[in-house]
């Protein structure tokens, strides 16, 4: 029942380079989460935003940021890429869903490899 | 800090076994509990959740009840079927309303035979 679209699903970057990945949410979902997912590794939590402000971090450093806009799209840029920030980033929207409030519906996520 | 504890795996069963999958879990306050499931090539999908002691979710035949004496969260099925393959990840939060960051365990594979 995902609502949550993610964009690219795959891409290859070389390290020092900069990224951004996309996410856009079902209407009314105003909070968003982005999580690092290492491979065999359950989902790190990088940070939440909250009506265009971050609220709520990981531990991750600042060069990993975001930015929400007003049509429930949302962006996930890191600077300086290392070699171990290959992994699955997941977005994540907070919503009604069948199983109550604030839930958490994730996307597909976008695949990082850093050369 | 929170921290999630699950069994080691992968799992492999027969179509129509029992499943269990075991979830231990950390946390200074009381925590919501959730079962997600990850299918090849899709999402995480919430499972089932549960938000106090005692309580139990359900959803697809699978169950997992909250025993906070024990702090678990484990994850049973009566009888699994081929589509149950996947990877099942138990997870906690903390917090409530618009914060709800998640804290997961490393996931644990099924796979299910016919």
């Known amino acids: 029942e995902t609502g949550v679209t993610q964009s690219p699903t795959h891409l290859i970057k070389t390290r020092g380079q900069q990224v951004t990945l996309r996410c856009s949410s079902q209407s009314g979902h105003n909070t968003v989460s982005w999580y690092q997912q290492a491979l065999g590794q359950g989902p790190q939590f990088i940070f939440q935003?909250?009506?265009?402000?971050?609220?709520g971090r990981g531990n991750f450093p600042p060069r990993f940021s975001g930015l929400q806009f007003p049509n429930y799209s949302f962006e996930l840029n890191v600077n300086a890429l290392e070699l171990d920030d290959s992994d699955l980033y997941l977005c994540a929207s907070s919503g009604i869903t069948r199983f109550g409030a604030n839930v958490l519906t994730f996307g597909a996520g976008s695949r990082l490899t850093v050369l | 800090g929170d921290s999630v504890t699950q069994m080691e795996g992968p799992v492999t069963l027969s179509e129509e076994a029992f499943l269990t999958i075991n979830c231990t879990y950390t946390?200074?306050?009381?925590?919501?509990l959730f079962w997600y499931v990850q299918y090849p090539g899709e999402g995480l999908q919430l499972l089932l959740k549960?938000?106090?002691?005692?309580d139990k979710g359900s959803n697809k035949g699978f169950e997992a009840t909250y025993r906070k004496e024990t702090t678990s969260f484990h994850l049973e099925k009566g009888s699994v079927q081929v589509s149950d393959s996947a990877v099942y990840f138990c997870a906690l939060s903390e917090e409530s309303g618009a914060n709800s960051k998640l804290t997961f365990g490393k996931g644990i594979t099924l796979s299910v035979r016919p």
């Open positions: 549960a938000t106090k002691a005692d």
């Open positions: 946390a200074t306050g009381y925590p919501s």
């Open positions: 935003y909250y009506r265009e402000e971050e609220n």
